[in-house]
Nanobody
Framework: QVQLVESGGGSVQAGESLKLSCVAS????????FSWYRQAAGNQREVVAS???????TYSDSVKGRFTISEDNAKNTVSLEMNSLKPEDTAVYYC??????????WGQGTQVTVSS
């Protein structure tokens, strides 16, 4: 099992920044990919950014150039730095881990609200 705890959400004005953190514990040695997802009210959950153990990083087109995903192995933490935030970035943000047998683990989510 893997446990994920997100933090760092909040309310900001458009153009400001936030940094989300996801602390992982448990069988983290079996994790192949960490991802950040978000779900806005009334919408489906969508992937925002992913980082694989081999260093491969991907971003959704909507956040490319504004968001940065990173991993600190010493702290078992995956972060999402979000710059130039827009009202459409408002959502609950979730951390997800996928292990090498394709089991998926989710955090509880953290709310990000961006006002214009």
């Amino acid at each position: 099992q893997v446990q994920l705890v997100e933090s760092g959400g909040g309310s900001v004005q458009a153009g400001e920044s936030l940094k989300l953190s996801c602390v992982a514990s448990g069988r983290i040695g079996f994790i192949g990919v960490f991802s950040w997802y978000r779900q806005a009210a009334g919408n489906q959950r969508e992937v925002v950014a992913s980082i694989a153990r081999d260093g491969t990083i991907t971003y959704s087109d909507s956040v490319k150039g504004r968001f940065t995903i990173s991993e600190d192995n010493a702290k078992n933490t995956v972060s999402l730095e979000m710059n130039s935030l827009k009202p459409e970035d408002t959502a609950v943000y979730y951390c997800k881990a996928r292990d090498y047998t394709n089991n998926q683990y989710w955090g509880q989510g953290t709310q990000v609200t961006v006002s214009s």
